[in-house]
Nanobody, 126 residues
Framework: QVQLVETGGDYVQPGGSLRLSCAASGDVASINAMAWFRQAPGKERELVAGTSQSGIGTYVTNANKGRFTVSRDNAENKLYLQMNNLGTEDTATYYC???????????????????WGKGTLVTVSS
């Protein structure tokens, strides 16, 4: 079993930045790909960014490239999402997710994630 806890969500003005963190615990050695998803009010959950098991491979959706950066620290068992130039459209609950079976490209293709955090709320508003 893997437990994931997200932190870092906050209220921020348009153009601002936030850094989300996800702390993994439990059977962390079994984790393969990790990813950030988000769900805005009234919308479906969507993939935001992901990393390979090593953290060397990363992926950010086209809509967020240039603004979001994902990174992973396996020594600390943490996943990060640096978000810059935030807009109101980024308002959502952000979830950390992990898979023990899927590689990054499979996550991008829609492979189901096995473990989820409870989410952290990001609100972008003036």
């Amino acid at each position: 079993q893997v437990q994931l806890v997200e932190t870092g969500g906050d209220y921020v003005q348009p153009g601002g930045s936030l850094r989300l963190s996800c702390a993994a615990s439990g059977d962390v050695a079994s984790i393969n790909a990790m990813a950030w998803f988000r769900q805005a009010p009234g919308k479906e959950r969507e993939l935001v960014a992901g990393t390979s098991q090593s953290g060397i491979g990363t992926y950010v959706t086209n809509a967020n490239k240039g603004r979001f950066t994902v990174s992973r620290d396996n020594a600390e068992n943490k996943l990060y999402l640096q978000m810059n130039n935030l807009g109101t459209e980024d308002t959502a609950t952000y979830y950390c997710a992990a898979s023990t079976t899927a590689r990054l490209f499979e996550v991008v293709q829609g492979h189901a994630m096995e473990y989820w955090g409870k989410g952290t709320l990001v609100t972008v508003s003036s």
